[in-house]
């Protein structure tokens, strides 16, 4: 708990007895979130069952807090949304309301020490060796091994067994493509390893065949760029390259954390039309992180909208584009840029700042910023309502369509 009590006055700085009581109090626990992620356990401890069975991941409750100087930054604080099976949900909220965050938190890439995951579930549908009771998998009549489905709950798996999911049943494509290839290995050395890791008993001919579908599937003739350095590439092609990495290892699930952002726009058009036919071409889901409303508007199923750490909103496309509830949700619509307007008109921008993340109020995150709010909001924070069987809202103005049932 961040004990930097800025509301109290004028005074904006921690003194020294602040500072170590901070540091004394973010040691003990890094040290035993450390020990719970590094602890060896049976598999029975992380698995677990969906909520709903057509979902492939269920994220619930989720915190992830860094453990800072200045105090703990709650960057997911009580996050929970869910992936169906065959379906793209986008999730938006402007710069640092924990998109990245939490999808790094699925992957169990949250550096540690100072990043933990505190609380919460991360449910996901695996496809994965059966094992027996020493955990060893269980060989099959073929020489190959038995596979089942069965359901891990990410954010228990001890570290060691992250490999079982990480870049095989969930795999990432992220912002920068340059910083995730290897610059001194060739493509089709750094496309050959994820079917040599991931593909038991696969041989390196077999690897490279592989390599060359995935290839051609993202619109790339092998000839020309299996052998060739990540820095020979374009940014689009290099995007495509990630995007075929992605694929080799049969994920059933893709996160894609800004995919377009670093490329021009007619690249990025052509990126997105690859995402939707591989969404339709594997038998997969995505969850597309990105600011830009376009983007979702066009390729997402569901829409999850955040703010501040937390989901202020979630529907279907439609019911968020259409006939959005929160008053964050309203304001980003607005502030979407259109052919529309009028030479002169204004972009609207929503006023004010999020909240400082390491000291946050009880009440709505978005109050001060908010045009509708009412004395109601200055009471605790707003509870999620249900205002169809798919639209959910976090905001006060909707409490009495929850008293209403
Ligand atoms: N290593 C870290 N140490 C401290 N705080 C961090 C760290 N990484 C992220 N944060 C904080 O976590 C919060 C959420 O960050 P996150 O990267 O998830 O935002 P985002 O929604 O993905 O933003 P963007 O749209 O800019 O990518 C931010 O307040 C950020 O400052
Ligand atoms: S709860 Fe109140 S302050 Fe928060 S978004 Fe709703 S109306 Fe605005
Ligand atoms: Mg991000």
Redesign the pocket.
């Known amino acids: 708990m961040s004990i930097f009590k800025k509301e109290k006055g004028a005074r904006n700085y921690l003194t020294n007895r602040e500072i170590k009581e901070i540091a004394r109090a973010n040691a003990k626990e890094m040290k035993r979130l450390e020990a719970y992620k590094n602890r060896k356990c049976e598999e029975s401890e992380f698995l677990t069952e969906m909520r709903d069975p057509e979902n492939i991941l269920e994220i619930e409750d989720l915190h992830t807090f ?1 453990f ?1 100087e200045q105090g703990v ?1 709650k ?2 604080n009580g996050v929970s949304y869910d992936v169906p099976k065959n379906a793209v949900v986008g999730v938006v ?10 999808s ?1 938190s699925v992957m169990r890439l949250i ?1 540690g020490p ?2 933990q995951i505190v609380d919460g579930s991360i449910r996901f549908k695996a496809y994965d060796y059966k094992r027996d009771e020493k955990g060893s998998p269980v060989a099959n009549s073929e020489g190959g091994y038995e596979m089942e489905e069965k359901v891990y709950d990410i954010a228990k798996m001890p570290i060691s067994e992250i490999h079982r999911i990480r870049g095989k049943q969930i795999a990432m494509i992220f912002q920068e493509p340059m910083t995730s290839l290897n610059p001194v290995f060739t493509i089709g050395e750094q496309l050959d390893e994820v079917t040599m890791i991931h593909v038991p008993g696969a041989t390196k001919e077999m690897a490279k065949a592989k390599s060359e579908e995935m290839l051609r599937l993202v619109g790339i003739i092998p000839e020309n760029v299996y052998g060739a350095f990540p820095h020979e590439l374009s940014g689009g092609m290099r995007q495509r390259v990630m995007i075929a990495m992605a694929l080799a290892a049969e994920p059933r699930l893709i996160i894609a ?2 995919p377009t952002t670093a490329l021009d726009v007619t690249i990025q058009a052509q990126i997105l039309d690859l995402l939707q036919d591989i969404k339709n071409k594997i038998d997969g889901s995505i969850l597309l ?1 990105t ?1 830009d409303l376009g983007v979702i508007a066009e390729m997402a199923d569901y829409v999850v909208v ?1 703010y501040a ?1 937390k989901v202020i909103e979630k529907g279907t496309v439609y019911e968020i584009f259409q006939d959005p509830k929160h008053p964050y949700t309203i304001g980003l619509q607005k502030s979407k840029p259109t052919m529309n307007l009028d030479d002169g008109t204004e972009l609207y921008n929503i006023p004010g700042n999020v909240p400082n ?1 390491i000291n946050m109020p009880n009440y709505c995150y978005f109050k001060e910023r908010c045009a509708k709010c009412t004395a109601k909001c200055s009471g605790e924070y707003p509870g999620m309502v249900q205002v169809s069987p798919t639209h959910f809202v976090a905001c006060h103005l909707y409490d009495e369509e929850k008293s209403n049932g």
């Open positions: 860094f800072t930054v960057a997911v909220g402007e710069s640092g309301c924990g998109k990245s965050v939490t790094m550096q100072a990043g954390d800004e992180i600011h955040m750490g993340p």
